[in-house]
């Protein structure tokens, strides 16, 4: 079955990221991308993890996982070669309301992590619903190419628009036009 596509609001949501190696950095690296509420536990760390973890003034707990170590969270990623741990995380998770990631596991996952892009307000996903995260990458790669780099600043420009006019048909037009226009000026054509 597919994953249903949707963007969650990070905001106000606490996140614990378990693992502190190299799977662990990468989660850890797109998580940033939306939010740093985010405390890490691991017993080990690796320069890499210790690194962004220190300059994004990151939360940290040096210890192997305990049962109840979830509690006070909305979202788990458990980023470890440990099977049964994500296992075990999974299955405490079940009578709350705590979504969890398993990396690399989907049995054990209430959502995954697409492959996406990522330009200011522009977020693109794609997911290939873990069946293949190689194909996934490569087709991100692809479309990332695509993306004009100054599609951050048109997004502000509508963004800012939207608190000054008026709501109506007449505005709904105006950025329409102004979309399709950027649209056919910037996007590369094969």
């Known amino acids: 079955m597919s994953y249903f596509p949707a963007y969650i609001n990070l905001k106000d949501k606490k ?9 662990a950095t990468e989660k850890l690296e797109k998580l940033l991308d939306f939010t740093t509420d985010i405390t890490v536990l691991s017993i080990d760390f690796t320069p890499t993890i210790a ?4 300059s994004n003034n990151l939360s940290i707990l040096k210890k192997e996982y305990q049962e109840g170590d979830i509690k006070g969270y909305d979202i788990v990623v458990v980023a470890t070669d440990t099977i049964h741990l994500h296992k075990e995380i ?10 969890v990631n398993s990396v690399d596991d989907t049995q054990y996952c209430d959502f995954i992590f697409p492959s996406y892009i990522k330009r200011g307000d522009l977020t693109i996903s794609f997911s290939t619903s873990g069946a ?3 194909f996934a990458k490569h087709i991100r790669r692809y479309f990332e190419d695509l993306i004009p780099d100054n599609t951050s600043e048109f997004l502000k420009k509508m963004k800012d628009l939207r608190t ?5 048909k007449e505005r709904m037009k105006k950025f329409d036009e102004m979309a399709k226009k950027f649209i056919e ?3 590369k054509k094969n």
Do not use: C, W, Y
């Open 15 to 23: 996140i614990l990221l378990v693992g502190g190696g190299n799977i």
């Open 164 to 168: 000054v006019l008026p709501k109506g």
């Open 51 to 54: 690194e962004i973890i220190n």
């Open 185 to 187: 000026t910037n996007f």
């Open 132 to 134: 293949s995260p190689a």
């Open 90 to 99: 999974f299955q405490e998770s079940r009578d709350t309301r705590i979504l």
